[in-house]
C-alpha cells in the first residue's frame, strides 16, 4: 500500500535548517521511491523553488495562478504573485527597506465580492470588485485568475471546470 499522495502542509515550519533539509530529503525519497505526488503547503519560497515541479499561488483560498515552478518565478502575470515573490529579500543584494503588499488580508468569513485580490491590487478594476475572474489559461499550462488576461471576453464555457495537475 504505497500513498499515490503525500500532503505535506508546512512541513518545514519552526525547524532549524538541518532538520528542514532531512524534511525536503525524506519528501524527495518518498516521491521517488514510491511514485507519489507531493501536495507541499507553504509559504516559503525557498523550498517551492527548490521541491516544486508546479505551483498553485493562492489569495485568500482561491487559487490565483498555476504554472510550472519556473514560469512562476521567471514570469508571473497575476498581481499577488508578483508582488508576493517581489517581497521575498533577495540575499544577494544589500536591502535598505523589505518590500510588502499595501493592505491586509481580507476576512475569510466574509471576503469582498469578487476577486478576493481587489482591496489591495494596484490595477484593481470595477469588474474586479464586483465578478470573481475565472482561472483561465493564458499560455499553455499556465493559467491566472485576473481580469486583466479575461478582458470579459471568456465565457464559463471556455473556463476549465477544474484544474488536474498530474504527479510525476
Given at each position: 500500500n504505497n500513498p499515490r499522495i503525500l500532503i505535506a502542509d508546512e512541513p518545514t515550519t519552526?525547524?532549524?535548517v538541518t532538520v528542514q533539509a532531512q524534511i525536503?530529503?525524506?519528501l524527495r525519497k518518498l516521491k521517488?521511491?514510491?511514485g507519489s505526488t507531493?501536495?507541499?503547503i507553504t509559504h516559503n519560497m525557498g523550498v517551492v523553488a527548490e521541491m516544486a515541479d508546479r505551483v498553485a499561488v493562492m489569495y485568500a483560498g482561491k487559487?490565483?495562478?498555476?504554472?510550472d515552478v519556473f514560469t512562476i518565478f521567471e514570469d508571473p502575470q497575476h498581481p499577488y504573485a508578483k508582488a508576493l515573490l517581489k517581497a521575498v529579500p533577495d540575499p544577494l543584494?544589500?536591502?535598505e527597506k523589505l518590500e510588502s503588499i499595501p493592505g491586509t488580508v481580507p476576512n475569510l468569513i466574509n471576503p469582498p465580492g469578487g476577486c478576493r485580490f481587489h482591496p489591495r491590487c494596484p490595477f484593481a478594476t470595477e469588474v474586479c470588485k464586483i465578478k470573481e475572474p475565472p482561472l483561465v489559461e493564458i499560455k499553455k499550462g499556465h493559467y491566472v485568475a485576473c481580469w486583466l488576461y479575461g478582458k470579459l471576453e471568456h465565457e464559463e464555457k471556455?473556463?476549465?471546470q477544474a484544474v488536474e495537475v498530474q504527479g510525476e
Open positions: 519552526a525547524l532549524d525536503l530529503e525524506l521517488r521511491e514510491y507531493v501536495i507541499l487559487i490565483v495562478e498555476l504554472a543584494k544589500k536591502i471556455t473556463t476549465p
